[in-house]
């Protein structure tokens, strides 16, 4: 059981109506992280808009990588079980990468270097080395491109800071950061 009020659908404050509508258009269902961040308007509205932003980022395979490395840093179960379900069932990607991504990796050249990246970012809480960055760099990455995963680093982490904060029922097949 959730540590915070998960509202039901229905239950959640009227201004975070139209954003949960939203969602729920996108995605065919409502996830307990959109309910249980509904609980403030703001915040539901602010995660909304930075992953629409960041949607245009990168690739979807690419984001869905990083979530996954990130989901694994910060030990979010809430996280990586999402993101192993969207990794596999929407981007596409095989068992062996989801478990190269959780442990900061890919098997694909240039997406490492954006995965390796990101949990360094993660993991450092952005004081990453020179070495660090030139190797993103090097990869092919732009520095706009940089900004962007930085994003991604940052989105995932308010995810995975409001999930282990609240404990949150997981609705997806569940994966777990210890395993």
């Known amino acids: 059981m959730s540590r915070l009020t998960i509202p039901a659908r229905t239950a959640a404050p009227a201004a975070s109506q139209p954003l949960l509508d ?11 992280l959109f309910r ?3 609980l403030s308007p703001a915040a539901l509205e602010g995660l909304l808009g930075l992953n629409g932003s960041l949607s245009k980022a990168l690739d979807a395979k690419t984001r869905e990588r990083i979530a996954l490395a990130v989901a694994q840093v910060n030990g979010c179960d809430y996280c990586l079980s999402a993101h192993s379900y969207l990794a596999l069932n929407m981007a596409r990607l095989d068992a062996a990468e989801i478990a190269a991504n959780r442990q900061g990796h890919s098997k694909d050249p240039k997406a ?6 990101a ?7 952005g004081r990453v080395s020179d070495a660090d960055l030139a190797a993103v760099k090097l990869a092919g990455f732009t520095e706009a ?11 995932n982490v308010f995810t995975n800071l409001i999930n282990n904060v609240a404990d949150t029922e997981i609705d997806f097949p569940v994966v777990r950061a210890a395993a």
């Open 36 to 38: 249980l961040v509904a």
């Open 119 to 125: 949990a360094r970012v993660a993991t450092e809480r």
């Open 22 to 32: 939203a969602v729920e258009k996108s995605l065919g269902v409502v996830p307990n």
């Open 112 to 117: 490492d270097a954006a995965v390796a990246f």
């Open 145 to 155: 491109q940089i900004v962007e995963i930085v994003g991604l680093v940052a989105l």
